[in-house]
């Protein structure tokens, strides 16, 4: 317990002469496809603005160091961000070793930029998409561990056609370092199967629909003319891509 102590002693002596710079920088090597813009604030609480992961707008980016990690050997950090389109929060902190780990995260995000990463056509959506991770860890730049849910709330596509989706709802884990998004809500179409988020971008796309009853006969027709019918009057969406 001692050593433990004394150690998270040395680790806070460390962080306090840190500029606030030196934040950003650590936190773009944690979290791959991170960048920020410029730095205000300092190394105990500061923030970033501009902020966009993987191209998504995400504001302005506030950090708040977490002392208590230390007694964990962990630099940890509680972040916030904040845009008109996503907001959200999370802990992340640095291990022994460089482990990356995450915890308790949730955003709320505008469904549209995301969907439009995997469709063929630009998409209206509206709605809004939930994604709550209760867990997970990067180690040497890969994937360990990842446990949480995806929601898309009153989904439904406006432009260019009309289609409500109502609410959709993913299991999200890890195989190795691939994400799988596996359907457990399928809203109003009987949406099932996976979405699959594989390293460098790429993902596959693997779902059957299967509207209820009530699901009118132009929608239906508005299926079939876009997805293959399989013979037990389902249908098939199947795509693969990067982005």
Request: glycine content about 12%; aromatic content about 6%; hydrophobic content about 45%.
């Amino acid at each position: 317990r001692y050593l433990a102590v004394g150690a998270a002693a040395y680790l806070l002596i460390l962080v306090v002469n840190f500029p606030a710079s030196f934040i950003r920088d650590q936190l773009q090597v944690a979290l791959p496809g991170l960048a920020l813009g410029t730095v205000g604030g300092s190394v105990f609480s500061g923030h970033s603005s501009a902020a966009n992961f993987r191209g998504f707008p995400l504001g302005t980016v506030r950090w708040q160091f977490r002392p208590q990690a230390l007694l964990l050997l962990r630099l940890e950090y509680g972040l916030s961000f904040a845009h008109p389109d996503n907001n959200g929060r999370l802990n992340i902190g640095v291990g022994p070793g460089g482990t990356v780990r995450g915890s308790a995260l949730e955003m709320q995000l505008a469904p549209a930029p995301l969907v439009n990463r995997f469709s063929p056509m630009e998409l209206v959506t509206s709605g809004m998409l939930n994604i709550s991770l209760a867990s997970f860890e990067i180690e040497n730049g890969q994937l360990q561990e990842l446990n949480g849910t995806a929601d898309w709330q009153a989904a439904a596509i406006e432009s260019p056609l009309v289609l409500p989706l109502g609410d959709i709802g993913l299991r999200l884990e890890n195989n190795a370092d691939t994400i799988i998004g596996t359907v457990v809500e399928g809203g109003e179409l009987g949406l099932s199967g996976d979405i699959v988020l594989a390293p460098a971008g790429r993902y596959d796309v693997d779902l059957l629909l299967r509207p209820a009853d009530s699901v009118d006969a132009a929608t239906r027709n508005l299926l079939a003319s876009m997805m293959q019918a399989n013979t037990s009057g389902d249908y098939i969406l199947k795509t693969t891509g990067s982005f």
